[in-house]
């Protein structure tokens, strides 16, 4: 027996290991394969998966909006998701649903405010649904809408939501670079450099599948993490984060993830902190 196994041996004999009902804690609802450091892997992963790389147009919006709205939406993912574990003790991350905030944000109330709802009654809207839902879960009517919904459509959702993901970590904006949009097919071959595209459509005009990043990003974040996977080694997703960004660090390399230009300079990240959102507006304005 080695000291992990001992160590979770300990903790599941604890009143703590009783309260999330680990394996061989004694508790009579004990979930089988919930072990202490299996569990603080889990959420290691699930932590790392939920960082979002953070560019040069993410760092002026941090400006114009303000970083303490920035800070609540981290704040409140922190929260919930510690209640999620600490009420419900269900290993769930919980966090703002960016797809339905863009949506709110330039759909509904619209860039600075040309929707057609004003900003203080989406808001409104938006908090009184969560009293909605509240009483929805207290009730119990949450759990009978969820059963209301057919199995064919609980699976479908899953896979898109699953597709939906996977085309969003293929695409230069938040993943690997290997697909970007085009103009005459909703799609296009990718992995250029960034020189490379055309500026206006973003269509690589040539030297596709040439990006180092984007082979980095299959070979060590994809293809050697499911080998891990495959041989059951603990933590294979942490290690395969871990690759790349250990890879990504080093600045005189052509997979960087800090060149020396104005998004690898840490001065030039600095120097956007000091810009006021005041100095950012009429700046927009005048260009």
Not at 81 to 90: D, E, H, K, T, V
Not at 116 to 130: D, I, M, S
Not at 189 to 217: H, M, Q, S
């Amino acid at each position: 027996m080695t000291w992990i196994d001992r160590t979770n041996r300990r903790v599941a004999d604890s009143s703590f290991g009783r309260y999330f009902r680990l394996e061989h804690s004694g508790h009579r609802k004990e979930r089988k394969g919930s072990r202490f450091f299996t569990e603080i892997r889990a959420g290691l992963a699930t932590l790392i998966s939920l960082g979002q790389k953070h560019s040069e147009e993410y760092m002026l919006c941090v400006g114009i909006v303000q970083r303490d709205l920035v800070t609540a939406t981290a704040a409140i993912a922190a929260l919930t998701s510690f209640f999620m574990g600490l009420g419900a003790n269900i290993p769930i991350a919980c966090a703002p649903g960016m797809g339905l905030n863009a949506y709110f944000a330039y759909q509904v109330v619209g860039y600075h405010g040309s929707g057609p709802v004003p900003y203080r009654l989406a808001v409104t809207a938006v908090f009184v649904e969560g009293f909605i839902f509240v009483a929805l879960s207290i009730l119990g009517m949450r759990q009978w809408l969820a059963r209301a919904i057919p199995a064919s459509i609980k699976l479908a959702t899953g896979a898109g939501i699953g597709l939906y993901l996977a085309l969003i970590g293929l695409t230069y904006s938040a993943g690997i670079g290997a697909i970007t949009g085009a103009v005459s097919t909703p799609l296009d071959l990718a992995g250029c450099k960034p020189e490379f595209r055309d500026e206006v459509t973003g269509v690589c005009e040539g030297y596709k599948l040439r990006n180092p990043t984007l082979w980095i990003g299959i070979f060590c974040g994809g293809i050697v993490t499911a080998f891990l996977m495959m041989y059951r080694v603990k933590g294979a997703i942490i290690a395969g984060i871990a690759l790349v960004s250990i890879i990504s660090w080093p600045r005189p390399t052509e997979v960087t993830y800090f060149p020396y230009n104005s998004e690898g300079n840490q001065s030039d990240v600095q120097q956007m902190e000091h810009v006021s959102p005041t100095n950012l507006w009429e700046n927009s304005q005048h260009s």
